[in-house]
């Protein structure tokens, strides 16, 4: 089964600057989670969706930050105008459950530098 | 008061150690208590969870949560230098997880 795929894996921008990420889940999970890691920090919730509706961006920075996820599927989340402090891991995560325990799995990640 | 509580390390000890890895938490309503294992530039995979109180074991690994206290522990029995990653908890409701900052550990051959 393949895992997680997100892309790029590395990115490197100046302050101000625009970046986009994206994530193909898991075949058949209904649910998809972007998170921020901090270096040195635990994985932060930025939006769940399941399938295409958004659960909870509680955490969400709107201002600058927006995420889509395209026909239930694939999802890209952008940064608009980055800052020094967005850089850190974006990591996308797949759930298999709508209900009961969610077991996540997690992509490799991109790591964002914003200079 | 954060959700979770977490000793970051970094923890190192020799091959063949056991290792104690514990986290605090706040939250009554979590009933899920997940470990998830994080290599150097990789996503964290879930090494294990149990549900309420009580001990699980899956090979060299135990974890054990005493949910009066509010306090995880997750054992590692004949430690080896492949367990050497952060690991991070994740007590959750069953659909929303909180993560702690993860223990770094290093075993060292």
């Known amino acids: 089964e393949a895992g997680v795929a997100q892309s790029p894996r590395y990115k490197i921008i100046e302050k101000r600057q625009s970046v986009a990420f994206w994530c193909n889940p898991i075949?058949?999970?209904?649910?998809l989670y972007w998170y921020q890691q901090i270096l040195g920090q635990g994985p932060k919730l930025l939006i769940q969706?399941?399938?295409?509706?958004?659960?909870?961006d509680s955490q969400l920075p709107k201002d600058r930050f927006s995420a889509e996820r395209l026909k239930g599927v694939d999802s890209t989340l952008k940064i608009q105008p980055a800052k020094l402090e967005d850089s850190a891991v974006y990591l996308c995560?797949?759930?298999?459950?709508?209900?009961?325990?969610?077991?996540?799995?997690f992509g490799s990640g991109t790591q964002l530098s914003v200079l | 008061q954060k959700e979770v509580e977490q000793d970051p390390g970094p923890l190192s000890v020799p091959e063949g150690a056991i290792v104690s890895l514990n986290c605090t938490y706040s939250n009554s309503a979590f009933q899920y208590f997940m470990w998830y294992r994080q290599y150097s530039r990789k996503g964290p995979e879930l090494l294990m969870y149990t549900y309420s109180s009580g001990n699980k074991e899956d090979g060299r690994f135990t974890a054990q949560v005493d949910k009066s206290s509010k306090y995880i522990s997750l054992f590692i029995r004949d430690s080896q230098p492949s367990d050497s990653a952060t690991y991070l908890c994740a007590p959750n409701t069953g659909n929303q997880f909180y993560f702690g900052t993860g223990t770094s550990l290093t075993v060292i051959p």
């Open positions: 075949s058949g999970h209904a649910t």
């Open positions: 969706f399941q399938n295409n509706g958004v659960v909870d």
């Open positions: 995560a797949s759930s298999p459950t709508t209900g009961g325990v969610e077991k996540l799995f």
